[in-house]
């Protein structure tokens, strides 16, 4: 018998209880999909939609400033540093949000109206201030700001959406805080530049401190739901497949063709970082911390490309000058005479570190659906409507 049928057999008292109540089920869930009215996000070119393009010279067009960065998606590069979209924008799309700004486009004619998100990421950003690396002979030749550089302009913009400490609580307790990928930049500027790894591994703990740091300050500020995502499988990227090639087997995973121990190194680093992660969640139970597992989302491509419509290749750069892994330092994507693929949906690697759009869309669907994150980050509106104590409506 249909629902209205016997809704008609009823007393009308009882009959218009149930209708309320099934009104007011059918309304929580249309908007459980909007659980947050904004995105912050720090971290360096995994999410940078903008900044470091604002920070170039105007003389002189980097080569990401080009076709074919953004030519899949947006029809014209934007500064990101792919050919659509990045794991943030397709993160900021599920929660019903427009595309996060780039916190330098306030000079933009979008204005400063950040309410519904900002994001301070840089390309080349580090975790550790720029003097930790001069101090051991490591040059970062993008740029100069670091994780602590973001939050100074985070905490620059906030009266620009909230007038005092109270409402600046009330807006972060509605805001999904992205805190990275950040930390990546910390060991490839020392890779490339030929410091042993040994002496990278040192780096580490710092860099995970640093992290630590940023979180336990916004969570203080009033931020209750972060994802903090892990560094990707180093040994898969063309750079160093490129930059480390060599005949030594041992070094090469039989399966995916990755450098083994560049990858165990990002395994390394990001062992750490979940222990402080553990850490930090005793410490601020009220907080949602959920580790965004990049590392293993990526991996499964690598594995097994063609399952997941990688047809052009898991390790082969789409744009680039050339060579095994058409990765050459001194070509890069954008400039002439680097070329680029007819279709770069079917390649994972886009310029020789970074992914293509499509990538980005699986790791983000694994992290949104799948099982690499923890928590699920598909439960995260209930947990922030539990540890803030209301639901999160628009």
């Not at 490839?188 to 995970?208: E, M, R, T, Y």
């Not at 965004?292 to 047809?311: I, Q, T, V």
């Not at 002439?336 to 390649?347: E, K």
């Amino acid at each position: 018998m249909a629902a209205s049928s016997s809704i008609q057999l009823l007393t009308p008292a009882l009959a218009i209880l149930i209708l309320t109540l099934l009104k007011l089920c059918t309304s929580t869930r249309a908007s459980a999909g909007i659980c947050y009215k904004s995105i912050i996000s720090f971290g360096d070119s995994i999410a940078d939609t903008g900044n470091l393009l604002r920070l170039c010279p105007s003389n002189h067009p980097p080569h990401f400033s080009l076709p074919p960065y953004g030519e899949s998606f947006f029809h014209r590069p934007t500064g990101r540093f792919s050919n659509g979209r990045l794991v943030i924008d397709f993160i900021a799309e599920s929660f019903g949000l427009p595309l996060i700004p780039p916190y330098l486009a306030g000079e933009d004619a979008r204005g400063r109206d950040f309410r519904q998100g900002v994001n301070f990421a840089v390309a080349g950003a580090t975790a550790l201030d720029s003097s930790f690396f001069r101090e051991r002979g490591v040059r970062n030749p993008l740029t100069n700001v670091s994780l602590g550089t973001q939050l100074r302009w985070f905490k620059d913009v906030m009266p620009s959406f909230c007038s005092n400490s109270s409402d600046c609580r009330e807006f972060l307790r509605t805001s999904l805080v992205l805190m990275g990928e950040i930390g990546g930049n910390d060991y490839n500027h020392a890779l490339v530049q030929g410091i042993k790894i040994d002496q990278i591994k040192s780096f580490v703990p710092a860099v995970v401190s640093e992290i630590s740091s940023a979180i336990e300050e916004v969570i203080k500020l009033g931020a209750v739901t972060l994802i903090v995502p892990g560094n990707f499988p180093i040994g898969c990227s063309a750079v160093y497949l490129t930059y480390f090639q060599g005949s030594n087997q041992q070094d090469y995973d039989k399966a995916t063709g990755c450098i083994n121990w560049l990858n165990d190194f990002s395994k390394y680093h990001n062992r750490l970082l979940q222990k402080e992660l553990n850490r930090i969640r005793k410490l601020h139970p009220h907080a949602t911390i959920i580790y965004a597992d990049y590392y293993n989302a990526a991996m499964r491509l690598y594995r097994s490309p063609n399952k997941y419509g990688f047809r052009g290749g898991a390790l082969k750069a789409c744009c680039g000058g050339g060579g095994p892994y058409n990765y050459n330092s001194s070509v890069e994507c954008g400039y002439p005479p680097a070329t680029s693929c007819d279709d770069p949906s079917l390649y994972v690697c886009w310029d020789g570190l970074h992914l293509t759009e499509a990538a980005y869309q699986s790791i983000a669907g694994g992290l949104l659906q799948g099982p690499f994150s923890t928590p699920p980050m598909n439960t995260i509106c209930a947990l922030a409507s539990t540890s803030s104590g209301l639901l999160l409506q628009d």
